[in-house]
């Protein structure tokens, strides 16, 4: 049918143009965002790109859902705004009949972002959270660059070895600043290496001093060594807990605690929300050409910022305990549904009572 196969058509170019331009803009500031993470340490910065495709694919759904809604809205405004929409409707097509080929375009995209949701979403977020701790997770040892002053895991000390360090586990030219209790230790030498004895690995610094500071007695100890040695503590990579966005939807219903419940209505919500935001996208843009589509692209913008954090809300609303899950998408998503049912009637009314008249009995005073 050529009403279903043009409304199609349209609706997929504007799907794809959307798509790529957000997809663009998202991965820029994502981008951004990650070099920023790996310059404060927070990043393995030879894992930059790794992390960067983690999430542009846990955030995928958002951009979905977005595309779809936007390339709709865009349509159904064209088509109003062209007197196109007035042309259908004359000829007996009214906005309901719009629903067929929007979801024969869309139902794919639905289930997708439901997927995406469901199993995408805390599967980045895993790859995510096992890089991130891996990093900062690691010994002190492996922290130290030359050249750098690096951090240790605890935060407590400061390291520091010059360029000219002859390989990996030698270093000339050591500093390291360190601070227990009320006491400030700075320890400089010459040159350090690392010793393993018996399976523990050792800081052994040579021709150096040490400068203890206790602000609080107002004490400074200097003292000269020839050769000191201490044993590193290497933090070791011991499985940490999995938050709730990184945990499968099945895992979350099996451990029904107020943050795993808020997290999946969180997910089944994202799906709910883009299958109404579709119907929205439908029902709201209703353009007079002689007043413009301004106003209808801008009540079509609110209503899906407004409902999408609504959605983001609930997520705090079921962990709080405020709200039960069941209860709150029902009461938060079948309103919504509703509402763009009703929406979608009163458009078909024009049509109704169109119609009504032309098939509607002989008006009074007619011949008999």
Same mark, same amino acid.
């Given at each position: 049918?050529?009403?279903?196969?043009?409304?199609?058509?349209?609706?997929?170019?504007?799907?794809?143009?959307?798509?790529?331009? +957000?997809?663009?803009?998202? $991965?820029?500031?994502?981008?951004?965002?990650?070099?920023?993470?790996?310059?404060?340490?927070?990043?393995?910065?030879? %894992?930059?790109?790794?992390?960067?495709?983690?999430?542009?694919?846990?955030?995928?759904?958002?951009?979905?859902?977005?595309?779809?809604?936007?390339?709709?809205?865009?349509?159904?405004?064209?088509?109003?705004?062209?007197?196109?929409?007035?042309?259908?409707?004359?000829?007996?097509?009214?906005?309901?009949?719009?629903?067929?080929?929007?979801?024969?375009?869309?139902?794919?995209?639905?289930?997708?972002?439901?997927?995406?949701?469901?199993?995408?979403? !805390?599967?980045?977020?895993?790859?995510?959270? %096992?890089?991130?701790?891996?990093?900062?997770?690691?010994?002190?040892?492996e922290r130290i660059k030359t050249g750098e002053f690096q951090e240790s895991a605890n935060g407590k000390r400061v390291f520091f070895i010059d360029k000219?360090?002859?390989?990996?586990?030698?270093?000339?030219?050591?500093?390291?600043?360190?601070?227990?209790?009320?006491?400030?230790?700075?320890?400089?030498?010459?040159?350090?290496?690392?010793?393993?004895?018996?399976?523990?690995?050792?800081?052994?610094?040579?021709?150096?001093?040490?400068?203890?500071?206790? /602000?609080?007695?107002?004490?400074?100890?200097?003292?000269?060594?020839?050769?000191?040695?201490?044993?590193?503590?290497?933090? !070791?990579?011991?499985?940490?807990?999995?938050?709730?966005?990184?945990?499968?939807?099945?895992?979350?219903?099996?451990?029904?605690?107020?943050?795993?419940?808020? %997290?999946?209505?969180?997910?089944?919500?994202?799906?709910?929300?883009?299958?109404?935001?579709?119907?929205?996208?439908?029902?709201? /843009?209703?353009?007079?050409?002689?007043?413009?589509?301004?106003?209808?692209?801008?009540?079509? $913008?609110?209503?899906?910022?407004?409902?999408?954090?609504?959605?983001? +809300?609930?997520?705090?609303?079921?962990?709080?305990? %405020?709200?039960?899950?069941?209860? +709150?998408?029902?009461?938060?998503?079948? !309103?919504?549904?509703?509402?763009?049912?009703?929406?979608?009637?009163?458009?078909?009314? !024009?049509?109704?009572?169109?119609?009504?008249?032309?098939?509607?009995? /002989?008006? +009074?005073?007619?011949?008999?």
């Amino acid at each position: 049918m050529l009403f279903h196969s043009s409304f199609r058509n349209e609706l997929g170019r504007y799907f794809w143009a959307t798509l790529v331009v +957000l997809v663009t803009i998202v $991965m820029t500031v994502m981008l951004i965002r990650t070099l920023g993470q790996a310059s404060g340490g927070k990043v393995d910065p030879q %894992e930059v790109s790794l992390v960067l495709a983690y999430t542009m694919l846990a955030n995928v759904h958002t951009l979905l859902t977005m595309s779809l809604y936007i390339a709709t809205v865009a349509t159904m405004s064209r088509m109003y705004t062209d007197s196109e929409m007035v042309i259908w409707q004359s000829s007996g097509q009214s906005t309901t009949r719009l629903l067929r080929p929007a979801l024969r375009f869309a139902w794919p995209w639905l289930l997708t972002i439901l997927g995406l949701a469901m199993c995408a979403w !805390p599967w980045s977020n895993s790859q995510i959270l %096992e890089m991130r701790e891996r990093y900062e997770k690691r010994g002190d040892l492996e922290r130290i660059k030359t050249g750098e002053f690096q951090e240790s895991a605890n935060g407590k000390r400061v390291f520091f070895i010059d360029k000219n360090s002859p390989s990996e586990k030698q270093g000339s030219r050591v500093f390291i600043f360190s601070e227990e209790k009320d006491t400030q230790s700075i320890i400089t030498s010459q040159t350090g290496f690392i010793d393993t004895r018996e399976g523990e690995r050792f800081l052994v610094l040579n021709h150096g001093q040490r400068v203890d500071i206790n /602000p609080s007695k107002e004490e400074i100890k200097v003292i000269a060594f020839e050769s000191h040695g201490s044993r590193v503590e290497s933090t !070791p990579l011991a499985a940490s807990e999995v938050e709730a966005q990184a945990t499968q939807a099945w895992d979350l219903w099996r451990n029904p605690t107020p943050i795993n419940l808020s %997290e999946l209505t969180w997910r089944i919500g994202l799906g709910l929300a883009s299958f109404n935001l579709l119907l929205l996208a439908i029902a709201i /843009p209703f353009i007079n050409p002689r007043t413009g589509r301004s106003g209808s692209l801008i009540m079509a $913008m609110i209503t899906f910022f407004i409902y999408y954090n609504l959605v983001n +809300l609930s997520r705090t609303w079921v962990a709080s305990g %405020e709200y039960a899950m069941v209860p +709150l998408l029902v009461g938060m998503h079948l !309103p919504v549904f509703v509402l763009a049912v009703l929406i979608l009637y009163g458009r078909q009314q !024009p049509s109704l009572f169109r119609r009504a008249r032309q098939v509607g009995p /002989p008006a +009074l005073g007619g011949q008999s």
